[in-house]
């Protein structure tokens, strides 16, 4: 049971500006049997998924480039990450998420998603939860130019690139957002475009 484990559980809102920052106040039982309260910093801006677009017969996928502020105040030269299409859910189920996404970010309309892991983004930080998809793209499903929401200033670049091109780009370090990594890995380990 877990309030043998943890109790007094008490929220301070330290921000809702867009979404919610909270001080998050709780006494924990350590394995040692003492009681100590411990205080974190939590972020709260619901949950998200993303998809490995591939198609099988040409040996390519889709990723986007765009730019992330975060990165850029962390060492990330030029701030622009090579990334899956991905968004928050935004009250919608998984599926339909990254259905949604990948018709506003690259522009193909997709009936099918596979769903393949669950995954918490920054589990001492943030309660965001991740799901992980695979869906195959064909040209005949192209409805638009992609790009992301205007209306959210999104200025996604679209690259359909050839599997074996991204792989080289993974090996020689060049993906660094954590997600695009594990969906290219599971690509590779699962053999997707062979
Ligand atoms: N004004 C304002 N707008 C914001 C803010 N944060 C996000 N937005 C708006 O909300 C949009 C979110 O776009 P999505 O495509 O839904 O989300 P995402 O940023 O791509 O998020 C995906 O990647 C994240 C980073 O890895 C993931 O954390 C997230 O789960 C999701 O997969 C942004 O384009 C931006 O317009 C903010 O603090 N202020
Ligand atoms: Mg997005």
């Known amino acids: ?24 106040s709780f006494d924990y039982l350590m394995k040692s049997g003492e009681w100590v309260n411990q205080m974190r910093e939590v972020y709260d801006r619901g949950d998200g998924a993303g998809i490995l677009l591939y198609n099988k017969r040409k040996g390519t996928i889709i990723l986007t480039k765009q730019f992330r502020m975060p990165t850029y ?11 899956i299409a991905a968004g928050m859910l935004d009250h919608d189920s998984p599926e339909a998420c990254v259905i949604r996404e990948t018709e506003e970010e690259v ?10 892991y669950e995954a918490y983004s920054s589990p001492g930080v943030m309660t965001e939860k991740m799901h992980f998809f695979i869906g195959e793209y064909r040209d005949d499903m192209k409805v638009n130019d992609g790009g992301g929401l205007e209306s959210e200033h999104e200025d996604i670049e679209v690259l359909e690139i050839p599997f074996k091109e991204a792989v080289n780009m993974l090996n020689a370090g060049e993906i660094h957002d954590t997600r695009t990594i594990v969906l290219l890995q599971y690509a590779l380990i699962h053999k997707l475009l062979e």
């Open 73 to 83: 105040l962390n060492d990330n030269k030029d701030g622009f990450l090579v990334e």
């Open 107 to 116: 522009g193909y309309r997709l009936k099918e998603v596979k769903k393949i």
């Open 1 to 24: 049971m877990i309030d043998e484990q943890v109790k007094n559980i008490e929220h301070t809102l330290l921000s809702d500006n867009y979404y919610t920052l909270n001080k998050v």
